[in-house]
């Protein structure tokens, strides 16, 4: 069973920065794919970003296009921390961020796809 617990939520205005971080419970942290999801009230959760880890400096990144450029996702596998820097943020940014582990032998942007959750860490960026 791995716990995750997410930080670093809060209220930003429009165009301000925030970085959340997720620390995993997992001594093999570094084999889960890592995600980072969101959910604003009366919508589903979506995808923001995953990042795998390939082997030594070398890390896979995917990206939602609605937040490409603005947001980067990275690792520190000695940590067993994910981390989200989110730039430039919008209104509609603003969601429940959850971060996620995937087990699976790739990455993906489905949230059935991912084992374990986050209790997730508020957003909310002001106009």
């Known amino acids: 069973q791995v716990q995750l617990v997410e930080s670093g939520g809060g209220l930003v205005q429009a165009g301000g920065s925030l970085r959340l971080a997720c620390v995993a419970s997992?001594?093999?942290?570094?084999?889960?794919?890592m995600g980072w999801f969101r959910q604003a009230p009366g919508k589903e959760r979506e995808f923001v970003a995953a990042?795998?880890?390939?082997?030594?400096?070398?890390?896979?990144?995917d990206y939602a296009d609605s937040v490409k450029v603005r947001f980067t996702i990275s690792r520190d596998n000695f940590k067993n921390t994910v981390y989200l820097q989110m730039n430039s943020l919008k209104p509609e940014d603003t969601a429940v961020y959850h971060c996620?582990?995937?087990?699976?032998?790739?990455?993906?942007?489905?949230?059935?796809?991912?084992?374990?959750w986050g209790q997730g860490t508020q957003v909310t960026v002001s106009s």
């Open positions: 997992e001594r093999t942290f570094s084999r889960y794919t």
């Open positions: 996620a582990a995937d087990g699976g032998p790739g990455y993906s942007r489905q949230p059935a796809d991912y084992d374990y």
């Open positions: 990042v795998r880890w390939i082997g030594s400096n070398v890390y896979n990144a």
